[in-house]
């Protein structure tokens, strides 16, 4: 039986990359959340009501144009680093009440350039590279109080064939349960065209 991991390697992207972050950012000392794309001040604010937080956004799949009929290219991914001070120094220096915010910056392209993925099942996701870092706008979040950074980085898309190797005939005919416990199950199966 395939795993859900293998056939859905965003879902199994984000949960390693958020065990990747909790390696240096621990849960009893730093927040997490998934960041919608179009997050507004109330989103926000209930996000970042606990900081230092790092929140995670999927930016987008780039597909590269050469992987022929199977779907594979880069997962790009925004990570925002907030921390609030009223001192503006301190928000980005830190001081004994919160972290510097240059310094997460750094350390979490640290933890994640180059560090290789894998998903619960062992099977390998690629390797991060981060693409960029930098300050990011806050304005109207936060009363003025927020540092906010972001950390731009990008996963390969395995192709769900890289977790058949050598069971091509499995990866032929694809069958998908989908379990809500508030909806009634269904099972879709589809055939891949020849």
Sequence with gaps: MVSVDQIAPLTAAAA?????????FPASQFGFGFVPETADAAVWRDLTR??????????????DRQSGRDLAGACNWSLMLVTKHTDMTKRYLGDNTTPALLTMVWIACLALHGHGLKTQDGLPLGTIAVNSAGNAAAAGWGE????????????????????????????????????????AAGTDTFERPA
């Design 16 to 24: 390693a990359i958020e065990t990747q972050l909790r390696r240096f």
């Design 144 to 183: 003025g109080q927020m540092g906010l950074a972001t950390v731009e980085f990008a996963t390969p898309l395995p192709t769900p064939g890289d977790a058949y190797t050598g069971a091509i005939p499995d990866f032929l005919t694809l069958g998908v349960t989908w379990d809500f416990p508030s909806l």
């Design 50 to 63: 606990r900081t230092p937080f790092l929140g995670l956004g999927w930016a987008g799949l780039a597909p």
